[in-house]
Structure formats: structure tokens, C-alpha cells
């Protein structure tokens, strides 16, 4: 496991996180965070369960939480804050990017 951390979770990312792995019956497993070519502006944010790292991936742990980044998205992600917010009709998890450049209009993708 990597000790720098390249991605932190706040406190309400991690436990929705850990609740989320709780759930599906895995608390050990790790969230992969990734980008993908995606939208208008380039890229968008993925979240996915991984059970076992890929050959390659970058591991680190935040509040408690593994997180998993595939060496081509880590340089986009690098210094990024993963929130959980909980709204009256949405709710869901929030990127804080510091390397992102722009947003588009509907806020589903990014560049950097």
C-alpha cells in the first residue's frame, strides 16, 4: 500500500463508502477511483467496487477506506477530495479537484 496519499476522503465519503462495501457484503474490498473518457469537456469520474487490485494500480488508504487508481487516471486525480453529500432529493458523492480546469454546463464531465 502506497503512504502518500494521492486522494483523501472526508469522513461522510468514507463511511458512505464503508457502508456501501457493508452492503454488498465485501468490507474488506477496496473503491476504485477513476477517470474515463467521457462528455463534453473530456472526463468523467468512475466509482467501482475492486476486490482485487489490477496489475499496475496505485493503493491507498483514506479514513480507514482502500482506494484503488489506475496508474492513467492517478495524474489527473492527484490531490483530489472525495465528499458525500446528502441533499433533500439527491444526494451522491462530490469530486474536489484541484487539477480539474474546467466543468461543463450539466457538470458530468471535466478536463484537466
Given at each position: 500500500?502506497?503512504?502518500?496519499?494521492?486522494?483523501?476522503?472526508?469522513?461522510q465519503?468514507?463511511?458512505?463508502?464503508?457502508?456501501?462495501?457493508?452492503?454488498?457484503?465485501?468490507?474488506d474490498?477496496?473503491?476504485?477511483?477513476?477517470?474515463?473518457?467521457?462528455?463534453?469537456?473530456?472526463f468523467?469520474?468512475?466509482?467501482?467496487?475492486?476486490?482485487?487490485?489490477?496489475?499496475?494500480?496505485?493503493?491507498?488508504?483514506?479514513?480507514?477506506?482502500?482506494l484503488?487508481?489506475?496508474?492513467?487516471?492517478?495524474?489527473?486525480?492527484?490531490?483530489?477530495?472525495?465528499?458525500?453529500?446528502?441533499?433533500?432529493?439527491?444526494?451522491?458523492?462530490?469530486?474536489?479537484?484541484?487539477r480539474?480546469?474546467?466543468?461543463?454546463?450539466?457538470?458530468?464531465s471535466?478536463?484537466?
Amino acid at each position: 500500500m502506497t503512504t502518500e496519499t494521492a486522494i483523501t476522503l472526508t469522513e461522510q465519503a468514507a463511511e458512505q463508502a464503508r457502508q456501501m462495501l457493508s452492503r454488498r457484503g465485501t468490507p474488506d474490498a477496496a473503491i476504485r477511483i477513476g477517470v474515463t473518457t467521457s462528455g463534453c469537456s473530456g472526463f468523467s469520474y468512475r466509482l467501482e467496487y475492486a476486490d482485487q487490485p489490477d496489475e499496475g494500480d496505485q493503493q491507498f488508504e483514506s479514513q480507514g477506506v482502500r482506494l484503488v487508481v489506475d496508474s492513467k487516471s492517478l495524474s489527473a486525480l492527484q490531490g483530489m477530495v472525495v465528499d458525500f453529500e446528502k441533499q433533500s432529493f439527491k444526494s451522491g458523492f462530490k469530486f474536489i479537484n484541484p487539477r480539474e480546469k474546467a466543468r461543463c454546463g450539466c457538470g458530468e464531465s471535466f478536463s484537466v
